[in-house]
């Protein structure tokens, strides 16, 4: 069953938590709805569930329209940070809960219990209390509990936040394992990208209640469609520098840009558009795709600056490089073999092919050759 959401519109008072927010989620799909802390994540949710009303907008799964059916007719399942199951009850009756609440006859709860803990790995414990469960044993008894109704939609927000980060890995696999084995449509809250990145087919990146991208996990690092996301999907994140275009020398085939007080040249077939002069652009990069240079050649924008910072990251290294009296960048290299010290003059290459362009009043990204006005 799919889910689709239309132009909702939710205020709190003065707050406009949603703002015009569209997705459609297809059957089978897990969606991951990614964005920073405040930005509306829950309130979809709460909205899809019937908790709340939106002001304005549609909500559809399968067919149906749903605005106005209870909570209860739904048949959409919920799990949330914390997964609040019954103290007083058995694992067994904490799942068999919602079952006996809608008068559904004992062996077939039976039935359905078993079948779930199967799928879930719990049967050795059903006849324990909550107290007597690990912090992820709880959560697939909450999972147990969502499920166990056979819902048509499953949400789940933030449900691994109160875990430890090894427990949150292996739930992250299993929760992705059950939901394409019962390939139920799915849409899953979180604000850790990678999180977002390891579970779903696709992600929509949300800000200050509005859709900013939907697509894949690929798509959506390589192609970043405006700097919200291409600053919020990727660790650490994209650098911008802010360029003006001081000259276009289309005899030359040259492009000569200035950022903070340099001169740097790019061909002009690298660039992804005409621009103007005096135009502003910026354009960003990702850590690990700038190199440290050591000759001359290169087949991209070349820049000096100076380490001011280390710092280990694993298998990564982090290098802080000052470019300009208030200008820094940073890469990620694994070689070891590079001498870091700070204060060291070094020069690093971006690629050309690396190199993503944005209109800096939208922050759009730039793309084909689209001319831009000043
Ligand atoms: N009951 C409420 N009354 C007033 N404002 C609210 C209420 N609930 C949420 N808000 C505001 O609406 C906005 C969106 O909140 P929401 O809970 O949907 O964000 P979120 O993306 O889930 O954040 P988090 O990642 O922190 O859980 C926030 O600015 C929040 O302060
Ligand atoms: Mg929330």
Same mark, same amino acid.
């Given at each position: ?13 003065? =707050? ?8 459609? =989620?297809?059957? #089978? ?5 990614? #964005?920073?802390? #405040? +930005? ?6 709460? +909205? ?59 062996? @077939? ?34 999972? #147990? ?37 019962? %390939? ?48 919020? =999907?990727?660790?650490? %994140?994209?650098? /911008? ?6 000259? %276009? ?48 050649? /290169? ?9 001011? /910072? ?37 020069? =690093? ?20 050759? @689209?001319?831009?006005?000043?």
């Amino acid at each position: 069953m799919n889910l689709r959401i239309e132009n909702l519109t939710r205020n709190y008072g003065s =707050v406009k938590a949603l703002d015009n927010f569209s997705l459609e =989620v297809k059957s #089978g799909e897990f969606m991951a709805l990614l #964005g920073p802390s #405040g +930005c509306g994540k829950t309130t979809v949710v709460r +909205c899809i569930a019937g908790l709340i009303n939106p002001s304005v907008g549609q909500i559809y799964i399968g067919d149906q329209l749903v605005n106005q059916l209870p909570p209860k007719d739904r048949d959409v399942a919920m799990v949330f940070q914390n997964y609040a199951l019954y103290p007083h009850m058995s694992v067994y009756d904490n799942i068999a809960f919602p079952l006996k609440m809608r008068k559904i006859p004992k062996q @077939q709860i039976k039935d359905k219990v078993k079948n779930i803990s199967q799928l879930l790995e719990i049967e050795s414990f059903l006849s324990r209390k909550p107290k007597e469960l690990s912090g992820g044993q709880m959560q697939r008894v909450a999972l #147990g509990r969502a499920l166990v109704r056979e819902p048509k939609i499953f949400l789940m927000d933030e449900p691994l936040s109160n875990l430890d980060a090894k427990l949150r890995t292996y739930m992250r696999a299993e929760i992705k394992k059950l939901q394409k084995k019962i %390939s139920i449509t799915t849409l899953y809250i979180t604000h850790d990208q990678l999180e977002a990145i390891s579970m779903a087919d696709r992600i929509a990146v949300m800000n200050s209640g509005l859709v900013q991208q939907i697509g894949t996990a690929e798509k959506i690092y390589r192609e970043p469609a405006n700097t919200f996301v291409a600053d919020f =999907v990727g660790s650490p %994140s994209m650098n /911008f520098l802010k360029l003006s275009i001081i000259e %276009s020398d289309y005899y030359n085939d040259n492009v000569a840009i200035e950022s903070n007080g340099r001169d740097l040249q790019i061909p002009i077939n690298k660039l992804p558009f005409k621009l103007p002069v005096e135009k502003n652009i910026i354009i960003g990069i990702r850590p690990r795709d700038i190199l440290f240079l050591t000759n001359e050649d /290169f087949n991209g924008i070349k820049v000096k600056g100076k380490i001011s /910072f280390t710092e280990l990251l694993g298998d990564d290294s982090l290098v802080e490089i000052k470019i300009g009296i208030d200008e820094s960048i940073k890469v990620t290299t694994t070689d070891i073999s590079l001498d870091f010290t700070i204060g060291k003059d070094v020069t =690093v290459g971006m690629p050309y092919d690396k190199i993503h362009f944005f209109e800096p009043r939208t922050g759009n990204r730039l793309v084909g050759l @689209q001319s831009i006005d000043r």
